[in-house]
């Protein structure tokens, strides 16, 4: 079994009477890429510094490679947890070259000048950027700066790299190419990386395992495509943005949804006898001709997204204010009126919530 680099117990931040994280669990193996995502506010930079040794935390522990950092009276300062950091601005020092950017953590901790030169070649060379050395980083590209950020954060050779949403000052075309290359530079340098961000499709590029955050909680962690598959809750389904959660009720022949009614039977896991939510993915819809459809709806939008045409259609008969999104290879005309046949078999339920009527 893989040791776990960096795990939390019951993690708790307060500010003042304020909770920020309410008990935090994770574990993060050897090797694996973290990605912290959820919206602004539910917690994921504090969990960062909390980790990093930036903040204490009011209750629980934090330990890098079975030992205990932080918790039970410990606490540990940044600079003795062998963790390399990348920050959202870089923080590159413009009075100094890139060579001298990389080697500060080592002269901070007073290695002396002919090892330091040895190893801040090495950790330019693995992001290959050691023509550059001699640069002010001010005439480097935004993407060129990055990688500087990245050798000054292994430079040391960390057991653990935190970056926090190092691409969000980037433009969106070179941010969408720098995040391919440090998925693979994360892999290439075998690194055990926590990644906070924002950006959905950032960290399910990068991440092997992704926590959703919801106000200072963990809602879900799980690989990428499991929570495409199987979202625990409506609310990560629909931050997730993988469709349109509705209410959905079970018939003696079929299913009723808003004033449709259907006798296509519907899936084994799909509940009796009361109202349930239910994901309707795009893949979860078919086209068919008006005539033969419960519902009806007519085209609002069309994007290009993963090599298919997303259609929101605006139900106009069989359901009231609802809007489902459906994929299709053509792009549908605005305005077109199309009928909706729904595959029961790829529908999500979710099980009422607490306090829900059952
Ligand atoms: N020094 C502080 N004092 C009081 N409250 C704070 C402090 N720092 C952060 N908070 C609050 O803690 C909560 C979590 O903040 P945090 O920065 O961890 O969120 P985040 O998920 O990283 O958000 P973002 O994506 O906007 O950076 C927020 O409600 C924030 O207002």
């Not at 990055?146 to 040391?156: K, Y």
């Not at 109202?275 to 419960?294: F, T």
């Not at 519902?295 to 139900?315: E, P, S």
């Not at 005309?333 to 909706?340: A, S």
Request: proline residues 5%.
């Amino acid at each position: 079994m893989t040791a776990n680099t960096v795990s939390t117990c019951d993690l708790r931040l307060d500010y003042g009477t304020t909770p920020v994280l309410k008990g935090i669990d994770i574990a993060l193996p050897a090797g694996n890429t973290l990605a912290l995502l959820g919206p602004s506010g539910c917690g994921k930079t504090t969990l960062l510094r909390l980790i990093a040794g930036l903040l204490a935390p009011s209750f629980g522990q934090v330990w890098i490679e079975e030992e205990l950092v932080a918790g039970n009276g410990i606490f540990l300062p940044p600079e003795k947890r062998g963790l390399g950091m990348v920050f959202q601005d870089y923080a590159l020092w413009p009075h100094l070259s890139v060579a001298g950017n990389v080697g500060f953590p080592l002269e901070m901790r007073k290695i002396g000048k002919a090892e330091r030169d040895r190893r801040v070649i090495e950790a330019l060379r693995r992001v290959e950027l050691e023509h550059l050395a001699n640069r002010s980083p001010g005439a480097l590209s935004g993407g060129q700066q990055q990688r500087v950020a990245i050798a000054r954060a292994i430079v040391a050779e960390p057991r653990i790299v935190l970056f926090d949403e190092p691409l969000s000052n980037l433009d969106r075309e070179l941010r969408e190419n720098m995040v391919g290359e440090l998925a693979s530079l994360i892999r290439q340098l075998g690194l055990t990386a926590i990644y906070v961000t924002h950006d959905q499709s950032e960290a399910f590029t990068l991440a092997d395992q992704v926590a959703i955050m919801d106000h200072g909680l963990i809602a879900q962690l799980a690989a990428p495509e499991e929570l495409i598959e199987a979202p625990a809750s409506a609310k990560i389904a629909e931050f997730l943005r993988l469709g349109t959660v509705a209410n959905m009720r079970r018939t003696a022949t079929g299913w009723a949804f808003g004033s449709a009614q259907s006798d296509h039977a519907l899936g084994p896991d799909a509940p009796f006898g009361h109202e349930a939510q239910v994901l309707i993915s795009p893949h979860s819809l078919q086209a068919c001709a008006p005539e033969q459809a419960v519902l009806t709806g007519a085209v609002k939008a069309v994007q290009f997204r993963d090599n298919a045409y997303l259609a929101d259609i605006a139900v106009t008969e069989g359901a009231d204010n609802l809007v489902l999104q459906i994929a299709s290879n053509s792009r549908m005309r605005l305005g077109e009126r199309i009928g909706l046949e729904i595959v029961s078999d790829c529908l999500r339920w979710f099980p009422a919530q607490a306090g829900q009527a059952p």
